[in-house]
Nanobody
Framework: QVQLVESGGGSVQAGGSLRLSCAAS????????MAWFRQSPGTEREFVAA????????YYTDSVKGRFTISKENAKNTVYLQMNSLEPEDTAVYFC????????????????????????WGLGTQVTVSS
């Protein structure tokens, strides 16, 4: 049974930082492409960042480029989202997602932002940024 468990959310003031973690179990982690999405009340789930199963490439939504960094640590079956210079607009529930195994680079590069390509999802962790 595949499980993705997010942690690291919380409340922070604008300009602050948080690091989200997503611990995966029940799958061969080093063969899975991982991603972070977020959702605010009344909005659709929004792509934030993704990283290929091989570690390269990474993709980011424009609003977080230069502020957020996605990384994966295969030895710990964990994907991270380092979030710096947080803004009130980053307030949302953040979800971890996995696609695989061995998602083709061509497919990843054209569809990384599409929720439907991800097979497994966590339950989310709340991030609240106050001004």
């Amino acid at each position: 049974q595949v499980q993705l468990v997010e942690s690291g959310g919380g409340s922070v003031q604008a300009g602050g930082s948080l690091r989200l973690s997503c611990a995966a179990s029940g799958l061969t982690f080093n063969k899975y492409t991982m991603a972070w999405f977020r959702q605010s009340p009344g909005t659709e789930r929004e792509f934030v960042a993704a990283i290929s199963w091989s570690g390269v490439p990474e993709y980011y939504t424009d609003s977080v480029k230069g502020r957020f960094t996605i990384s994966k640590e295969n030895a710990k079956n964990t994907v991270y989202l380092q979030m710096n210079s947080l803004e009130p607009e980053d307030t949302a529930v953040y979800f971890c997602a996995a696609s695989g195994p061995l998602l083709a680079d061509k497919y990843f590069s054209s569809s990384y932002y599409v929720p439907a390509i991800y097979d497994y999802w966590g339950l989310g962790t709340q991030v609240t940024v106050s001004s």
